[in-house]
């Protein structure tokens, strides 16, 4: 999560979580957050939630929460410095469902530019975080590097394809993506067979041939050996705004 002074997005209560007011697209500059998304837990049960962080420099200021499906929310601050370094901190949801945030904290007003790593989020059972075991023992992403994934019509459609093998152990996969697009039509783009060895991280361009203007599902689906998972981005194909000529 990298800021600068004059990069910061701007989003609208539409698309934000909790803000202060509800009036119609009301601008608010509200920083980076990381979030998994929700997940299952037990209503009155307690939640440990763990994670590595790393900063650009001393001090760089965290909030963390764990939001139940009712909205009670578990808050925590901390600092991050220049050496990963693992935190933690538990919650009791009053619900099945949990969601988690982690990033910059707006509200300690950090010095512009900062930059703060996260790796190996965990939310599990209990009272106590346990070491970080990954779900799989391969994860794979596709990363734009782009705000709101968005693309001008004629530009490449190439996001960062990452696949990490985590295990001690050499790991057999499958790796494809879908496009689909706003209609729900699909198509496989992209699928690789691969050997990777352990600890060892594939990175390439992953070129989805998407050349139409419109919005999009990508795809990534992961198999391997008894296992498999996928997840999905959103991303559009925009024409370059033309502005209104005068009169």
């Not at 650009?56 to 990963?84: C, H, M, Q, Y």
């Not at 067979?193 to 992953?206: D, I, M």
């Amino acid at each position: 999560i990298a800021l600068e002074p004059d990069k910061l997005p701007v989003y609208y209560n539409d698309f934000t979580y909790a803000l202060r007011s509800r009036a119609s697209h009301d601008t608010t500059t509200e920083l980076p957050v990381c979030s998994i998304g929700y997940c299952p837990v037990g209503k009155g049960k307690p939640v440990a939630f763990s994670f590595s962080l790393k900063g650009s420099r001393d001090g760089v200021p965290v909030v963390a929460n764990v939001i139940d499906g009712l909205g009670k929310t578990t808050t925590r601050t901390f600092a991050a410095s220049t050496e990963w370094a693992r935190f933690s901190f538990t919650a009791t949801p009053q619900s099945n469902t949990a969601f988690v945030t982690l990033g910059i904290d707006a509200d300690a007003k950090p010095d512009l530019p900062v930059t703060l790593w996260v790796d190996a989020l965990q939310l599990e059972v209990g009272d106590k975080p346990t070491e970080h075991e990954p779900t799989f023992p391969v994860e794979a992403a596709l990363d734009t590097g782009r705000e709101g994934n968005t693309y001008l019509l004629g530009e490449e459609v190439t996001p960062d394809l990452t696949v990490c093998n985590h295990s001690g152990t050499k790991q057999e996969v499958t790796v494809a993506v879908e496009v689909e697009d706003f209609f729900g039509n699909r198509q496989k783009k992209l699928e690789r067979h691969l050997s990777l060895g352990p600890n060892k991280t594939l990175r390439e361009a992953a070129d989805l041939g998407v050349t139409e203007p419109g919005f999009y599902r990508l795809r990534l689906l992961v198999a391997g050996d008894g296992w498999q998972t996928s997840r999905a981005i959103r991303a559009a194909v925009l024409e370059a705004h033309q502005p209104c000529a005068d009169g």
